[in-house]
């Protein structure tokens, strides 16, 4: 399915090339399309459910998309060809509405848990300025998107939280355009998460739609970052759809002293260095973004952009070179404000702020890829991130559709992220079985994300095992761990294993001279359930966990952070327990609506204590 997505995206978006990758770029989105100027699609759509899939495959189940008549086609496109009888089975002017972004799982009751396929249509307004280009970019659609516009198919794509788009130029019609998608949020065997994981999987058109104009040339994408080992320096790398010769990319940063002017070379790809006034760099603690604008002839494009550096050196972690504990948490991509999947940039602030009011200086965005919005507001906040893609528990470590997919995945969020001075951390996967195919799975990854950006540390969310002999020590050995920069892991001492007063016999063993970062921790509590602190499920358990665990993790010599399991109470459809699960997964620091559990003052003392202590450093 994915090498059809990657063809037919490459045919429809013919133009986009770079000498090194000419096949990504000509298939990565163009970055910066919620800046740019364009029309946007959000609002109300209408949709059909579609559990059969009958607007797709035909009787003999055979895609409609592969029939040459066109009285084969499908009925749910919203044309109809002229020989067709007038037999027709659907209306999606008569059909219910639907928001767009969201998720369907919470606008309507009867979809809450539903998992298949619908077809969402949005009749829009679109024309595009003389001699503009237009394309159609969506933030994400899960899990796989099949597009068709005034009744001609798009294209299709892959994998629920990553942006994707198609050149819609010459397809534009006067008048009214029909805009048909097809979602469908099935759980695949040979998916990519598979079928098993612990969050809700909200289908849907879940983030914003736009179709963004552009010049005939146009700056594809861009990056921009130190050079290494200075701190007066830029290199700009940039892709130009369909250069010309006569034209030049210039690159303005009024702050630094930066404006001048380069040639891209024949395929429309440039790297240059420009020498800056001075820079400061971007911090926890000033998160200093600098205006940044890039024209290329009636192009134009503006950024805020921060620079730092990430290294580590021994069991430390630097921050511009110096050492910093990572006071994380993890979240993932539900909203507090609205208890749905979470989309906008008031989603972010308030994820975000609860982070700082936690004294957090970083984030792990869990599980996969989260919108834009929120490494945006994190660079802006001054939070350190951690992003991931949902490579998670038992993938297929054998298939290579399924590595093409993972790969395709962590390609499509670099792409997008990686003017981001906020991420510091690319994470390939989360509690990982090893064995031989999933090594070797794991570092191809790595390769790409070391290959598509240097500036960054690698990590992975790990596991460790028990000594058969000594069943306090625990074990934190993976072969994997010795091509990540950090040493992660997850733990539930007190929780999956035993109570928490276990946590003060525990001995680790993590022989890597790498800073250590615990990537989960944590147990379940509702809020407003109280009781004994030994009872499970009350604020007062949980509470005891996070006493009897910091210092538990104290002791881990080269320990430089940890990211908690988990900010707000999250939807899971592994936690059905009625009366204090409800198919919320309650280790939550915060209710989902927000409410404060006993334990966040716990973490929130911590913070405040580490965050005096390594200031001083
Ligand atoms: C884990 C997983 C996370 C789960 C969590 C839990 O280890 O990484 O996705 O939600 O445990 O609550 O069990």
Request: net charge negative; glycine share 6%.
């Amino acid at each position: 399915m994915l090498a059809t997505t990657l063809i037919i995206a490459q045919c429809l978006m013919a133009s986009t090339v770079s000498q090194a990758e000419p096949l990504l770029y000509s298939v990565l989105p163009i970055s910066n399309s919620l800046q740019r100027e364009g029309i946007s699609l959000n609002g109300e759509w209408k949709m059909l459910v579609d559990p059969y899939e009958n607007g797709y495959y035909n009787y003999r189940w055979e895609p409609f998309d592969q029939q040459e008549s066109p009285d084969r086609q499908s009925y749910f496109l919203d044309v109809k060809p002229a020989d067709r009888s007038d037999r027709i089975e659907y209306d999606f002017d008569k059909a219910e509405s639907i928001n767009v972004p969201g998720d369907w799982n919470t606008q309507h009751e009867k979809l809450y848990f539903y998992e298949g396929s619908v077809w969402y249509r949005k009749a829009f307004e679109c024309s595009p300025p003389e001699g503009m280009r237009a394309f159609l970019v969506f933030g994400s659609a899960n899990y796989e998107a099949h597009a068709y516009l005034n009744g001609k198919k798009l294209g299709s794509h892959v994998g629920g939280f990553t942006p994707f788009q198609f050149e819609i130029t010459d397809l534009l019609r006067e008048g009214t355009q029909s805009l048909v998608v097809k979602v469908d949020n099935k759980r695949l065997r040979e998916g990519v998460p598979t079928l098993n994981t612990d969050w809700w999987n909200y289908g849907g058109l879940t983030r914003d739609v736009r179709v963004v104009f552009v010049p005939q040339s146009f700056i594809h994408s861009f990056t921009l970052k130190l050079k290494p080992g200075s701190r007066d320096t830029v290199i700009l790398e940039a892709w130009i759809d369909n250069p010309s010769t006569d034209k030049q990319l210039k690159l303005v940063i009024p702050e630094m002293g930066i404006d001048q002017d380069f040639q891209a070379d024949e395929q429309g790809h440039i790297v240059v260095e420009a020498q800056a006034r001075r820079i400061y760099m971007w911090s926890t603690t000033s998160p200093k973004l600098y205006d940044v604008a890039l024209a290329y002839g009636d192009d134009h494009l503006t950024d805020q952009i921060g620079f730092r550096t990430i290294t580590t050196e021994g069991q430390d972690i630097l921050l511009n070179g110096r050492p910093v504990f990572l006071r994380g948490i993890s979240i993932h991509e539900e909203s507090p404000l609205t208890q749905a999947r979470a989309h906008s940039r008031e989603d972010a602030e308030a994820l975000l702020s609860a982070a700082k009011e936690l004294g957090c200086n970083m984030v792990r965005l869990a599980h996969y890829p989260h919108n834009e919005h929120m490494a945006r507001v994190a660079d802006e906040m001054g939070i350190m991130v951690w992003e991931e893609i949902p490579v998670y528990w038992t993938i297929q470590w054998d298939n290579p559709s399924t590595l093409e997919n993972a790969r395709n995945q962590l390609r499509e969020l670099i792409h997008r992220d990686r003017n981001r001075a906020s991420v510091i951390i690319w994470s390939m996967a989360n509690e990982t079985p090893v064995s031989e195919g999933r090594n070797a799975f794991l570092l191809k990854l790595v390769e790409d994300a070391r290959a598509m950006d240097s500036t960054r540390l690698i990590s992975a969310a790990m596991e460790y095992h028990r000594d058969p002999e000594n069943p306090q020590k625990l074990i934190v050995e993976d072969p994997f761990a010795d091509h990540t920069d950090i040493v992660s892991f997850n733990q539930y001492v007190g929780w999956y294993y035993g109570m928490p007063q276990d946590c003060a016999n525990i001995e680790w063993h993590i022989p890597y001279d790498k800073p250590v970062f615990i990537s989960e921790f944590g147990g379940g509590a509702k809020f407003g359930m109280h009781g004994d602190h030994l009872d499970r499920w009350t604020e007062e358990f949980q509470h005891e966990l996070y006493q009897q665990t910091l210092p538990m993790l104290g002791k881990i010599e080269g320990l430089r952070g940890m990211s908690p399991w988990i900010l707000f109470d999250f939807r899971s459809p592994r936690r059905p327990l009625p009366e204090v699960q409800d198919f919320y997964n309650r280790k939550g620091l915060l209710s989902e609506k927000g409410e404060k559990k006993l334990a966040w003052y716990v973490l929130k003392d911590y913070y405040t204590d580490t965050d005096r202590k390594w200031r001083n450093r």
